[in-house]
């Protein structure tokens, strides 16, 4: 009862402020933007993904956009399984993820499945790190934004793609909407399916076979009707994400000749949010409510020879969260900028296996202030303090100095410490048998430094970017086994993660042709440094399913209404023990993977054909899964 009384008067205080930062000023029109605010040079600790990329791969997985072109790491188990996702060699459960401003981390595990998020539904995607995490707490190692937008005067809006691919693979999706001057109204509808029986080579018989999957098909569908309204100085804005999904579940390699297990998911989410934007000449306040419901079904079972069942499992996992949000940018004196938060999340979650309904209050207030210092140096600076279930966890703070050369104008650096928190997922807490109450939130130190050059020459433009960062988290939370046959999860670990990044980017144009070029190349050190690492002999040992290098590319020529495109993808070395002396399994072999895409617009149609996999790879992404070598897709488009 105090935090909602809490929340209410600290809305209550923005509202004034509001009130008295406006009350002389009269608008006669106003234009809604993204935001008012001037960005500073220290906008290179985020990168927004290309507009027009997300575009060309709306029908793929955010898993796959995320694995082709950004520095992030995806540990995925192949098609129609879990994939998630680590910034800066830390664990999925670290990595954040904001939709419009709203947190799809569940509530029970802490992460995110990016094979359940089609690019389809999105319209813009950009990736945060080191102090520009600083607004939500969890983001220790970065933060994955997503966002819908609407945009104006434009008409009718009618999109149509239908692909087919291998192991009958049909994807259809539906953009259907209007768009006026002051109302924006949209629906995207889609199904994606796939009977995923592709062959392989099972290394884990001997001696090896050429096998074809079993019991991996899968389907999901969804729904995203959307509604903005714009008024004089002033946005209404309201959206539904509702989604369902069918996944069977393979066997591992070694177990494919054990015909008598079934085991599926079924995941129904329906997220809901309302916002009301206002603006005046200086700044907005924005006031954002959303539902979030989620429903989780697992089903595993094994029979005997005879038909008759073994083992079964058949659990629910039901999750409510309820997320509330005042926020308020305002334009300060002298170049400062002055942006303020107050969120209030309440979150329920009904598992088969927990003993009862548990549930979680979170109240976070923020504040950063960013501006010029003095000549080309500007200054960042940030905290938060959080109130979880009634108990102060601490503040937060963060600060970053940016520079612009003055002789390279083209050139800019920032430095940057930020500290964060993670609260243990509810698993950690109340899981049956297991789950460890008395746990402590994880705490992290981040150091970074960054350089950014960008250069237009003519037809040609430059940008590149290198990122050094070093973090330190204490009380990293991990899972351990126990006499009693079970694990339960203790802050047993020091982790420390250091590493660099690097992004390349070209683009060349000339009358008809264009030429893009660009690139990430990531080192990532992790390993725990704690004392019990030392006893169990695994200290500076780099941690499991981290490698230590990963890298993409992408390279595009169009011309006229004809496109081509070649895309690499790497991955390092990964262990999958911290035992070295296991046998046969204690890494995963590095791969590299080929795809080529070509593409040719007529009229309104458009046409391509994508070849994934094309030198036919055999490769383990995790131990003893099957992934699929050489595949093809055609898609067939229609836009108004």
């Not at 018989?205 to 019991?215: E, G, S, V």
């Not at 048998?433 to 003519?458: A, H, M, R, S, V």
């Not at 670990?493 to 683009?507: C, K």
Request: overall charge neutral.
């Amino acid at each position: 009862m105090m935090m909602k009384r809490c929340f209410v008067v600290l809305s209550l205080m923005l509202f004034v402020f509001v009130a008295k930062a406006q009350d002389t000023i009269v608008l006669q029109t106003v234009e809604v933007v993204d935001s008012p605010l001037k960005k500073t040079a220290e906008a290179s600790m985020e990168r927004s993904m290309d507009p027009s990329l997300i575009k060309r791969l709306n029908t793929v997985s955010m898993s796959q956009l995320l694995i082709q072109h950004s520095p992030v790491f995806i540990k995925t188990y192949g098609p129609g399984g879990l994939a998630t996702a680590s910034f800066r060699g830390t664990t999925p459960s670290h990595t954040l993820v904001l939709w419009n401003g709203f947190r799809l981390n569940t509530p029970s595990l802490g992460q995110v499945d990016f094979s359940t998020i089609p690019v389809f539904m999105t319209d813009n995607i950009a990736l945060q790190w080191g102090s520009r995490t600083s607004s939500n707490s969890g983001g220790l190692g970065g933060v994955v934004n997503i966002e819908n937008n609407g945009y104006y005067g434009d008409g009718l809006i009618l999109d149509l793609k239908q692909s087919y691919g291998s192991f009958n693979s049909i994807g259809s999706y539906l953009t259907l909407g209007y768009s006026a001057e002051k109302c924006f109204v949209r629906v995207k509808a889609y199904r994606n399916s796939s009977d995923n029986d592709f062959e392989y080579n099972n290394v884990a018989l001997i001696p090896h076979q050429a096998m074809r999957q079993k019991n991996a098909d899968f389907v999901d569908y969804g729904v995203m009707p959307e509604a903005e309204f714009k008024f004089k100085n002033s946005l209404l804005s309201v959206v539904s994400w509702n989604q369902w999904s069918y996944r069977n579940q393979p066997q591992i390699m070694p177990n494919v000749n054990n015909d008598n297990t079934k085991e599926y998911n079924e995941n129904v989410f329906s997220r809901n949010f309302i916002s009301y934007k206002y603006y005046w000449n200086t700044g907005y306040l924005m006031l954002k409510t959303a539902c979030f419901y989620e429903q989780q079904h697992y089903f595993l079972q094994s029979y005997t020879s005879d038909g008759h069942p073994v083992t079964t499992v058949n659990t629910d996992n039901d999750a409510f969260s309820f997320f509330n949000i005042v926020d308020l940018e305002q334009r300060l004196a002298l170049r400062w900028n002055l942006h303020a938060k107050i969120q209030w999340d309440n979150e329920h979650v009904k598992a088969d296996n927990y003993d009862s309904l548990k549930k979680r209050n979170i109240l976070s207030i923020y504040a950063a202030v960013n501006g010029k210092l003095l000549g080309n140096l500007n200054l960042r600076l940030t905290l938060r303090n959080d109130i979880v279930d009634g108990t102060n966890v601490g503040l937060f703070p963060t600060a970053t100095l940016s520079y612009v050369f003055f002789n390279i104008k083209e050139l800019s650096a920032n430095v940057g410490y930020s500290h964060n928190y993670r609260s243990p997922s509810l698993n950690d807490l109340y899981w049956t048998p297991g789950g460890n109450p008395e746990l402590k939130p994880e705490n992290g130190k981040t150091w970074d430094f960054n350089l950014k050059y960008q250069k237009e020459i003519k037809r040609l433009k430059i940008e590149s970017q290198l990122g050094i960062y070093y973090s330190m988290v204490n009380d990293w939370i991990q899972w351990v086994p126990t006499t009693y046959r079970y694990w339960i999860p203790e802050n047993v670990s020091e982790v420390l993660a250091y590493g660099l990044e690097l992004h390349v980017g070209l683009d060349y144009s000339f009358k008809d042709l264009n030429l893009s070029l660009s690139g990430n190349y990531v080192y990532s050190s992790t390993s725990d440094m704690s004392e019990m690492a030392e006893l169990q002999n695994t200290k500076g040992k780099q941690l499991i399913y981290i490698p230590k290098h990963h890298a993409n590319a992408f390279l595009s020529a169009r011309w006229k209404t004809w496109n081509v495109s070649y895309t690499m993808e790497f991955t390092g070395r990964r262990n999958t023990s911290m035992n070295d002396d296991e046998f046969f399994a204690f890494q995963l072999d590095p791969y590299m993977l080929h795809h080529l895409s070509f593409g040719k617009q007529i009229c309104k149609f458009n046409i391509e054909a994508r070849l994934n996999n094309f030198t036919n790879v055999d490769y383990q992404a995790v131990l003893w899964r099957a992934m699929p070598g050489i595949s093809w897709e055609v898609m067939i488009g229609y836009k108004l």
